[in-house]
């Protein structure tokens, strides 16, 4: 009885069709869904992570940062008072 991983008999090559499978054909969609959050600022920059999918992988670091910045500048937002910001607070005129 051979040992199956000694057999000798020569195995079929691989179809032109498998080889192009194997290989990277560049760039494709994930295929990631994004669920809307109801924020139409957030829901853009989740949009935006699209973007990578037609990139290469050099490409998705601008992606990725740009996003990135624009969800941290909407959680910033959350932090501020609502209304015009502020100025400078002014000394007091302590004229007597």
Not at 2 to 19: C, K, L, N, R, V
Request: hydrophobic content about 25%; charged content about 25%.
């Amino acid at each position: 009885m051979t040992d199956p991983g000694t057999d000798p008999t020569p195995q079929p090559p691989e179809t032109q069709e498998a080889q192009e499978a194997q290989e990277p054909s560049g760039p494709a969609p994930l295929g990631v869904e994004r669920t809307p959050t109801g924020d139409p600022g957030v829901d853009a920059r989740l949009a935006r992570l699209a973007d990578a999918d037609h990139l290469g992988a050099s490409g998705h670091l601008a992606v990725y940062e740009d996003v990135h910045q624009g969800l941290r500048d909407a959680l910033g937002a959350l932090d501020r008072p609502p209304g015009p910001p502020h100025g400078p607070a002014r000394p007091y005129d302590n004229r007597s």
